[in-house]
């Protein structure tokens, strides 16, 4: 069985998220990557020689420079004659093409697999996380995402895949790109972080939020991350969101402060290694999920704890 990753990059590095996609194709067989971008010989280079990876199809057009899915998605199908499966980073870019893949080639999608139980049936989670689902397809071609916490990263280093060009199917005129806002941080990214601080709407203002919270992640070297009634409340922007509707993190520690622990956050976060929780209500349901417990009035003790690192 042969399968293609699409590479998730930005023309210039080559993202996470692609190693933990390469970890779950290798457990349907034989692995090519596919690399559209423009410029992207670095890229490609990077790729090839991911442990495990057989062959790296570059796309170097243009076209392909922003990853308009209208644009990448025609090059995807084009290549599915020779691969029986076609996988993708559940990330934003990732959730935007793999749907028009799947359209394209009348199949059904397989979202957010947590497992590769075999050659047709995948785990994936329903119902906010409190269930999981064993799915099997009949389908002859599969497009497939992959949840990148569930899946340990293949290495970066190590392998000796070759590099193929691949024709481009050039720009489909369908949408352009009219530009692009991207916050910049000296901090860690939250999907790659090690240590993630995460404030919940407890805190009572952005003020605060940043006044507990930031001094806390500084000294951990860690991200800074946020429930969702936190970001409605306008406490920290929408990049900062983990949960159901935010982003997916399973650092090694998170820290969640003043957070109660709604199923939305948790099904976000619950996979992290160690979990931390403050909060006053010794009853809320982050308790439930917390390796450790500190239950009292979090501008007291994160302060304190600040203070001790």
Same mark, same amino acid.
């Given at each position: 069985?042969?399968?293609?990753?699409?590479?998730? $990059?930005?023309?210039? %590095?080559? /993202?996470?998220?692609?190693?933990? @996609?390469v970890? *779950? !194709? =290798?457990?349907l +067989?034989?692995? $090519?990557?596919?690399? %559209?971008? /423009?410029?992207?010989?670095?890229? @490609?280079?990077? *790729? !090839? =020689?991911?442990? +495990?990876?057989?062959?790296?199809?570059? %796309?170097?057009?243009?076209?392909?420079?922003?990853?308009?899915?209208?644009?990448?998605?025609?090059?995807?199908?084009?290549?599915?004659?020779?691969?029986?499966?076609?996988?993708?980073?559940?990330?934003?870019?990732?959730?935007?093409?793999?749907?028009?893949v799947?359209?394209?080639?009348?199949?059904?999608?397989?979202?957010?697999?947590?497992?590769?139980?075999?050659?047709d049936?995948?785990?994936?989670?329903?119902?906010?996380?409190?269930?999981?689902?064993?799915?099997?397809?009949?389908?002859?071609?599969?497009?497939?995402?992959?949840?990148?916490?569930?899946?340990a990263?293949?290495a970066?280093?190590g392998?000796?895949?070759t590099?193929?060009?691949?024709?481009?199917?050039?720009?489909?005129?369908l949408?352009?790109?009219?530009?692009a806002?991207?916050?910049?941080?000296?901090?860690?990214?939250?999907?790659?972080?090690?240590?993630?601080?995460?404030?919940?709407?407890?805190?009572g203002?952005?003020?605060?939020?940043?006044?507990?919270?930031?001094?806390?992640?500084?000294?951990?070297?860690?991200?800074?991350?946020?429930?969702?009634?936190?970001v409605?409340?306008?406490?920290?922007?929408?990049?900062?969101?983990?949960?159901?509707?935010?982003k997916?993190?399973?650092?090694?520690?998170?820290?969640?402060?003043?957070?109660?622990?709604?199923?939305?956050?948790?099904?976000?976060?619950?996979?992290?290694?160690?979990?931390?929780?403050?909060?006053?209500?010794?009853?809320a349901?982050?308790?439930?999920?917390?390796?450790?417990?500190?239950?009292?009035?979090?501008?007291?003790?994160?302060?304190?704890?600040?203070?001790?690192?």
């Open positions: 069985m042969k399968t293609l990753v699409w590479v998730e $990059h930005d023309n210039a %590095a080559l /993202k996470d998220a692609t190693l933990s @996609a970890t *779950a !194709a =290798a457990k +067989g034989e692995v $090519h990557l596919l690399v %559209a971008g /423009k410029g992207v010989d670095g890229v @490609a280079q990077a *790729a !090839a =020689a991911i442990t +495990g990876v057989g062959k790296v199809h570059v %796309a170097d057009d243009a076209a392909y420079e922003h990853f308009l899915a209208e644009n990448v998605a025609p090059l995807i199908v084009s290549l599915m004659g020779s691969h029986d499966a076609v996988l993708f980073p559940a990330t934003t870019t990732g959730k935007n093409i793999a749907p028009r799947a359209a394209a080639l009348d199949v059904m999608q397989i979202s957010d697999i947590l497992s590769v139980e075999g050659a049936t995948f785990t994936r989670p329903i119902y906010a996380g409190n269930a999981i689902a064993t799915v099997q397809t009949s389908d002859k071609k599969l497009v497939i995402t992959v949840r990148g916490t569930a899946f990263k293949a970066a280093t392998g000796s895949g590099v193929e060009a691949v024709a481009s199917e050039g720009d489909k005129g949408s352009g790109f009219a530009g806002e991207i916050a910049k941080s000296e901090r860690p990214e939250l999907t790659s972080a090690k240590v993630i601080v995460s404030g919940g709407r407890a805190l203002s952005a003020e605060e939020f940043h006044a507990q919270i930031d001094p806390l992640a500084d000294k951990l070297g860690a991200a800074v991350g946020a429930s969702r009634a936190a409605d409340a306008g406490y920290a922007p929408n990049d900062y969101q983990v949960g159901q509707t935010g997916i993190v399973a650092p090694e520690v998170y820290v969640a402060i003043g957070i109660s622990g709604a199923i939305q956050h948790l099904a976000g976060m619950k996979d992290s290694k160690t979990i931390i929780a403050i909060n006053k209500d010794e009853d349901p982050i308790f439930q999920v917390a390796d450790i417990g500190l239950v009292g009035d979090l501008f007291k003790i994160v302060p304190e704890l600040t203070s001790k690192l």
